[in-house]
């Protein structure tokens, strides 16, 4: 048998080399923090605290300190091996300008990157949960999260993704309560926006469902992709923290889930608990068509968000208090907390 082989020849010619990339050079990074202190790093400047939580696409976040400044930071890796070279450059290039202008207190802050074996670590501002956890360990107790915690979440998120659109024209794509995260000092910021977001078009053509139950009807059905989609999502995960379970039900496969979503009728919110600006506002999210839906610009002038848009300093800073406050009561018990 042996012998009927050809004689092996090896090219390595062809195989190209990268070149490096000057947004995140290859296994070393930079990073800032907000106090203006920068660091050149790499991941053995990293001392591991613990994991906080794995993803849904096989991404993990953890607890890091940063050796030479003691910071503590929640570190995400997520692998980059599958992501075409394109959609690499495109994720870097944005991650620098998410680096670069941090204008606003309702998005999680970055300090950088680097990649590592394949990986991009993600290092960001730690926060003390993220919304799913939150709202489970709340209706766990037989509780119900009051309207005004709701207000002042839906504020802040709809702030940040107005900011996003507004200074960066970045759209979130992977909205959802995991994505947003709150802290004992009653701050609820966005996260896993624009590097993620291409993650979730990149990796969602080859994975399963659970990737895709906060997709758009359009998303699913056309791969279209607009501001829209996001406020979509946004309304789903309303939806979901104001019943205390995900909307839909039933769905055995993708199949189902297309179904559902694209032909179906959307999920809305039934007055009672909540009031009706409230439930206004979270079915505006949910209109399938996309030329009524509102966008973000539109969304901040709705008198739910308005009234919950908290401006001056002095009464945000009492808002702050109580909603950490609240957020303290409820906070899981974790190995890393
Ligand atoms: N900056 C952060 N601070 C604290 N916890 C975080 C942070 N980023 C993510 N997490 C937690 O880590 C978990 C995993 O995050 P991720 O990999 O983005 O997956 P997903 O958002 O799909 O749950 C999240 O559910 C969240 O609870
Ligand atoms: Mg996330």
Not at 147 to 158: D, Q, R, Y
Not at 278 to 297: E, G, M, Y
Request: charge should be neutral; proline fraction near 4%.
């Amino acid at each position: 048998m042996d012998s009927k082989r050809g004689k092996l020849t090896l090219d390595f010619s062809k195989i190209s080399v990268e070149p490096q990339i000057n947004a995140v050079p290859k296994n070393a990074g930079i990073l800032t923090f907000p106090e203006g202190q920068t660091y050149e790093f790499n991941a053995r400047n990293l001392i591991d605290k613990g994991i906080i939580g794995s993803g849904s696409y096989g991404g993990v976040v953890n607890k890091m300190e940063h050796d030479a400044s003691g910071k503590i930071m929640a570190v995400k890796r997520v692998r980059a091996r599958d992501v075409e070279k394109k959609e690499r450059d495109v994720m870097l290039r944005e991650l620098k300008m998410i680096i670069d202008s941090q204008g606003c207190e309702d998005v999680v802050r970055f300090y950088g990157a680097l990649f590592e074996d394949g990986d991009c670590w993600i290092c960001m501002e730690i926060m003390d949960c993220s919304l799913d956890k939150f709202y489970r360990q709340v209706y766990k107790q037989n509780e119900r999260i009051p309207e005004k915690v709701i207000g002042f979440i839906t504020a802040s998120v709809v702030r940040a993704l107005n900011y996003l659109k507004e200074t960066l024209n970045l759209i979130h794509r992977d909205i959802k309560p995991s994505n947003i995260l709150l802290n004992t000092q009653g701050f609820v910021k966005l996260c896993d926006f624009g590097i993620s977001g291409y993650l979730v078009d990149s990796i969602a053509k080859t994975q399963d469902v659970g990737c895709q139950i906060y997709m758009a009807p359009e998303r699913l059905s056309e791969r279209r992709y607009g501001v829209r989609a996001d406020v979509w999502s946004f309304g789903i995960s309303l939806v979901e923290v104001c019943i205390g379970r995900f909307p839909y039900t039933d769905w055995n496969s993708v199949f189902d889930q297309l179904q559902a979503v694209v032909h179906g009728d959307p999920p809305f919110l039934q007055a009672g608990d909540y009031s009706i600006e409230l439930v206004h506002f979270v079915n505006k999210c949910l209109i399938k068509d996309t030329s009524i839906r509102p966008n973000f610009a539109d969304l901040i002038k709705d008198p739910f968000c308005v009234h919950y848009n908290i401006v001056d300093p002095a009464e945000m800073k009492a808002w702050r208090t109580e909603i950490g406050d609240y957020v303290l009561r409820f906070l899981p018990t974790s190995p890393v907390a």
